[in-house]
């Protein structure tokens, strides 16, 4: 790449950090999932992850549905795990899942959205065709009934996430694409003997890239809350938990009859918390990407 | 149209597909491992047409559907379509009321926003309803029931009728209503925010319009230039937004049916993952999908009503 490119591509980072920077709800969005990230990534130093085996919690004498006063900081479950050892570690799962899912989701859309804009004609009118099918098919159902059949681990929900909703990606980038590739300078390259994958790397790719990142933003929330709604309705994996499943386990287990407030609020409000945050920053971004759509005029 | 029937035709052949890749021993799954002489299994391989190559299958397949027979449930040993057909209007009562709850409420609200734009109105009706539309419904739904069935014992903690009671006719009414309560209020408040926040980004759209600066020079008073001029102008991405949405009228609430134990058809999907009872699923799914299709395709036409301006499709 020549320095030219690069020096420029520098100076627009930092004008959309500038803007970005500027933006309370996208500064509050981002600092809230920071703190989120932390709790992820410092989860061995937060809570001992023996604390969520049974037979661990039983042997350390562990309460049974000990409140937040009897059992600090956020009480016991039905078989003596603590609850905050769950939120800990939930977090790990729940936003490696959303993430994860949130790439495979962008990366179809985009490979779809840039192929069928950019060759046209009849790819483009299948591809089209393609995509109508999977925005029509209701998105829940469809990742209930994929997720039944391919069984209960990470991998299976990623991948379910990812294939339900990469449509409205597919068809936003498509839209850009299209408009992209009238610009002069796709004409120039060309008539300079450059062939397609040059013009998508080099022309294509880096003139999309910043609604795609928004467009990635807004996903998350949604990848998240699917694994949540999965995880609930026992679709989740067994052998890790995310606060989908936290949810689930109090539900399943009378937490709600016994007031059990301390095992369901956690989970719950760490999974809003990360959708809001998330929310704030996608909002902006696209602001960013986007001026004529500034909510606050 | 074509796009419609295109679409449903796709939805059939993959539902077909999909169930056959796990299902590659439905016979096996039908006696979950019990002995049975191979005389019966092969009996029933031939009954259920498993001998026959995989078009002829699809062709029973079509045949099964367009009769509405989509086999035994796995779980009530109850015909499926039976089954559903019992779960329905549970489901339509709750979600068609919580969807027009919330498109009233959720209009009215954006409407608000936008007009107050930038005031603690605005402010407070934006951040209230993104923070609904950002929590998993069913976690609404189980602190609502903690805190107004568990806790304060006002409503009733599940179910569609008192158990025990057999009221007839208003009685009857009113025991559903009150049981319908909660999750009602819980739909209402989840689907709110999607209706807010697009009413009032549509019609920040139209309040930079030059009719509305023609309408006031006109002398018209505030609320009559916003009822009026801005308003109606409005209201397209709200009706198709609508529209769409009740197509989601029968899957919506999955759930949050399974929290309240509400006897409709998102219990009876959350029920069947459970087993898993795949001829139910399969019929669910298939069901979801259709509504989904008939309301695009009311949604479109509504709109190139509204809006002359689209295209005939």
């Known amino acids: 790449m ?13 004008r959309v950090w500038a803007q970005f920077r500027s933006s309370r709800q996208g500064m509050i969005g981002l600092a809230v999932l920071l703190v989120f990230v932390a709790v992820a990534l410092a989860a061995p130093l937060l809570a001992d992850v023996r604390e969520l085996n049974p037979v661990y919690a039983r042997a350390q004498g562990n309460p049974q549905w000990g409140p937040p006063s009897v059992f600090p900081p956020l009480g016991t479950d039905y078989i003596r795990r603590s609850v905050w050892a769950q939120f800990v570690w939930g977090s790990r799962v729940s936003l490696f899942v959303g993430l994860a899912a949130t790439v495979l989701t962008i990366l179809i859309g985009s490979v779809v959205g840039i192929v069928a804009g950019f060759v046209g004609g009849k790819v483009d009118a299948v591809l089209m065709r393609v995509t109508e099918w999977f925005l029509v098919i209701p998105f829940l159902p469809l990742a209930i009934v994929l997720a039944s059949v391919l069984g209960r681990n990470v991998w299976n929900i990623i991948f379910v996430i990812g294939i339900t909703s990469w449509p409205s990606t597919a068809r936003l980038v498509r839209a850009q694409v299209l408009t992209v590739k009238q610009r002069l300078f796709v004409d120039r390259a060309r008539s300079l003997g450059a062939g397609g994958g040059h013009i998508v790397a080099h022309h294509i790719l880096p003139n999309v890239s910043g609604l795609i990142l928004a467009n990635a933003t807004l996903a998350v929330p949604i990848s998240i809350l699917t694994e949540t709604t999965l995880s609930f309705l026992g679709l989740g994996d067994p052998t890790a938990a995310s606060w989908g499943k936290t949810l689930e386990e109090a539900f399943v287990n009378g937490a709600m009859a ?40 | ?3 419609s029937v295109l679409t449903l035709v796709f939805v059939l052949v993959f539902n077909f597909f999909l169930f056959r890749v796990v299902q590659t021993d439905p016979i096996g799954s039908l006696f979950r491992g019990r002995n049975v002489p191979q005389a019966t299994i092969d009996n029933l391989r031939v009954a259920f047409g498993l001998d026959q190559p995989i078009g002829t299958q699809f062709l029973y397949y079509l045949r099964e559907t367009a009769q509405l027979n989509f086999g035994i449930s796995y779980q009530s040993r109850q015909p499926v379509w039976d089954e559903i057909v019992r779960a329905i209007p549970a489901t339509l009562a709750l979600v068609g009321i919580s969807s027009v709850l919330s498109a009233v409420i959720g209009t009215l609200g954006g409407i608000v926003a936008a007009w107050r734009r930038n005031t603690w109105k605005d402010h407070s009706i934006t951040s209230s309803t993104m923070v609904f539309y950002s929590m998993p419904d069913f976690w609404l739904g189980m602190i609502l029931l903690v805190l107004f069935a568990v806790v304060l014992g006002w409503f009733p903690v599940g179910g569609i009728t008192t158990a025990g009671s057999n009221e007839t006719g208003l009685a009857r009414l009113i025991d559903q209503a009150y049981h319908m309560f909660l999750p009602a209020l819980t739909l209402t408040l989840a689907y709110l925010g999607e209706y807010t926040l697009v009413t009032r980004s549509s019609l920040l759209d139209v309040m930079g319009e030059d009719y509305l600066t023609v309408a006031r020079a006109k002398g018209l008073r505030d609320v009559r230039v916003r009822n009026r001029h801005a308003v109606p102008n409005a209201l397209l991405p709200v009706v198709t937004l609508t529209a769409i949405n009740f197509g989601f009228v029968l899957s919506g609430a999955i759930a949050v049916e399974a929290v309240f134990s509400w006897p409709g058809l998102g219990k009876a999907t959350a029920d069947a993952i459970r087993g898993p009872d795949l001829p139910m699923l399969q019929a669910l799914f298939l069901l979801f999908s259709a509504a989904v299709i008939v309301f695009n395709l009311i949604a479109d036409i509504t709109y190139s009503w509204l809006d002359p301006r689209v295209e005939e499709i």
Request: hydrophobic residues 50%.
């Open chain 1, 258 to 297: 016994r007031n059990a407030w301390w095992y369901f609020l956690p989970a719950g409000l760490g999974i809003l918390a990360v959708v809001l945050a998330f929310t704030l920053i996608g909002r902006t971004l696209e602001e960013i990407a986007n001026p004529r759509l500034s909510r606050s005029r």
């Open chain 1, 2 to 14: 020549t320095s030219i490119a690069m020096q420029r591509r520098r100076a627009t980072v930092s």
């Open chain 2, 1 to 3: 149209m074509l796009g």
